[in-house]
Nanobody, 119 residues
Framework: HVQLVESGGGLVQAGESLRLSCAAS????????TGWYQQAPGKGRELVAY???????NYAESVKGRFSISRDNAKSTVYLQMNSLKPEDTALYYC?????????????WGQGTQVTVSS
């Protein structure tokens, strides 16, 4: 099993920055992909960015050039640096870990951290 704890959300003005953190514990060596999802009020959960076990990254079109995902293996933590924030980035942000175990994939989720961007 894997446990994920997010932090770093808050209230900022448009154009400002935030850095979200996702600290993993448990069987972290089994994590193949760590990603961030956003869920705005009344909408489904959408993928923002992910980083693979080999450090390859991928971003949603809406955040390319503004957000950056990275990790610190020594701290078992994945970060989402969010620059030039826009009001439409307002959402609850969830960390997700995809774990492979005997060819079966499992999803683990954090509790979410709120990001609110005022105009």
């Amino acid at each position: 099993h894997v446990q994920l704890v997010e932090s770093g959300g808050g209230l900022v003005q448009a154009g400002e920055s935030l850095r979200l953190s996702c600290a993993a514990s448990g069987n972290i060596s089994s994590i193949k992909r760590t990603g961030w999802y956003q869920q705005a009020p009344g909408k489904g959960r959408e993928l923002v960015a992910y980083i693979l076990d080999g450090d390859r990254t991928n971003y949603a079109e809406s955040v390319k050039g503004r957000f950056s995902i990275s990790r610190d293996n020594a701290k078992s933590t994945v970060y989402l640096q969010m620059n030039s924030l826009k009001p439409e980035d307002t959402a609850l942000y969830y960390c997700n870990a995809k774990v492979a175990d005997a060819m079966v994939w499992y999803d683990y989720w954090g509790q979410g951290t709120q990001v609110t961007v005022s105009s």
